[in-house]
């Protein structure tokens, strides 16, 4: 079965960093493209930064020049740095990942989420 786990969320003041960490696991062929999606209530998840596997970034406006992502291919993993975080940056964060099994199938997966919430 494959599973995404997400680590790193939680509570930060305005202007403060976190790192949120995927990792990918179980009867895994092929990563294809990985990101990071967040949503708040009462809205539409929406893209915050994708990887393609090799390497080219994509980000939302919106965290351009704050947010980094990275991804580790050995090690199955995607990671988002998130600096000089604004309380609109709050939400649950969610990890995806384009996967193709070890039968063959390839489709979406998504992670649990992690609350990120930023207040003073």
């Known amino acids: 079965q494959v599973q995404l786990v997400e680590s790193g969320g939680g509570l930060v003041q305005p202007g403060g960093s976190l790192r949120l960490s995927c990792a990918a696991s179980?009867?895994?062929?092929?990563?294809?493209?990985m990101g990071w999606y967040r949503q708040t209530p009462g809205k539409q998840r929406e893209l915050v930064a994708g990887?393609?596997?090799?390497?080219?970034?994509n980000y939302a406006d919106s965290v351009k020049g704050r947010f980094t992502i990275s991804r580790d291919n050995a090690k199955k993993t995607v990671s988002l740095q998130m600096n000089s975080l604004k309380p609109e940056d709050t939400a649950v964060y969610y990890c995806?990942?384009?996967?193709?099994?070890?039968?063959?199938?390839?489709?979406?997966?998504w992670g649990q989420g992690t609350q990120v919430t930023v207040s003073s």
């Open positions: 179980g009867g895994i062929r092929n990563i294809y493209d």
């Open positions: 990887i393609s596997t090799g390497g080219s970034t």
């Open positions: 995806n990942a384009d996967i193709r099994t070890i039968v063959g199938l390839r489709r979406a997966y």
